[in-house]
């Protein structure tokens, strides 16, 4: 079974700075995907960035990157020039690719606090 | 695109009575529905996986009677809470998947339940 880690419960930064979430996870795949989501207050489920695990490279959205370690099974999330708006909880995500559909196995979560 | 509907955003109701949670796919055709549910500060825990025409496949642990699923047709699965209890108050999500495995799932914004 998959499972994925994230040790940090709750984070805070600084309105405009860079804060780093870290995941980790266990997997005898090959093929996965990896994901991050944001629930904000709302409770709305957000795709944040998302990483295929044949891929080398990191994957970015504007603010958002992330460090995608294959071997160490890490896949940490950078959110660059911190906004109020980014308050949420950040949820890791990874995805086993079956034959037709797909199953997500999601971390415990980091609530992450910026403030102004 | 891939927009999914959740409904209703909220209930309250009398302890004992059943409750009927839908979600649809706006405009995609979604061979998989996922149902989730998320204690307050928690994860997301799957509660069960549906397929189109076909029987749930439920997570250990999931009472299959008291959480009836139903995905009748490409764009709808509803989940009954039947004889609902406090203990089953919660937030209730829903996501739905394309059908192709390199897909993320799409998530509806979730259903508050509270039972009196």
């Known amino acids: 079974a998959q499972t994925v880690t994230q040790s940090q419960p709750e984070m805070s930064v600084q309105e405009a700075e860079t804060v780093t979430l870290s995941c980790t996870y266990d997997?005898?795949?090959?093929?996965?995907?990896l994901f991050w989501y944001k629930q904000p207050p709302s409770r709305q489920m957000i795709l944040v960035i998302r990483?295929?695990?044949?891929?080398?490279q990191n994957a970015t959205e504007n603010r958002f990157s992330v460090n995608f370690q294959k071997a160490a099974k890490s896949f940490s999330l950078k959110i660059s020039d911190s906004q109020l708006g980014d308050t949420a909880m950040y949820f890791c995500a990874f995805m086993k690719p079956l034959y037709n559909f797909n199953k997500f196995y999601f971390g415990s979560g980091t609530k992450l606090n910026v403030k102004p | 695109g891939a927009v999914v509907s959740q409904h209703p955003s909220w209930v309250i109701c009398k302890s004992g009575t059943s409750v009927k949670i839908e979600c649809r796919s706006l405009?995609?055709?979604?061979?998989?529905m996922f149902w989730y549910r998320q204690f307050p500060k928690q994860s997301l825990m799957l509660m069960a996986t549906?397929?189109?025409?076909?029987?749930?496949?439920?997570e250990q642990g999931v009472e299959k009677d008291k959480f009836l699923i139903n995905h009748a047709s490409l764009t709808l699965s509803t989940l009954t809470v039947t004889s609902a209890h406090p203990e089953d108050s919660s937030f209730y999500i829903c996501s739905a998947h394309r059908g192709l495995s390199n897909q993320p799932q799409h998530f509806g914004d979730g259903t508050r339940l509270s039972i009196l």
């Open positions: 990483q295929e695990a044949y891929k080398q």
């Open positions: 405009d995609f055709q979604a061979t998989t």
């Open positions: 997997t005898s795949e090959s093929n996965y995907y």
């Open positions: 549906s397929n189109e025409g076909s029987k749930a496949t439920y």
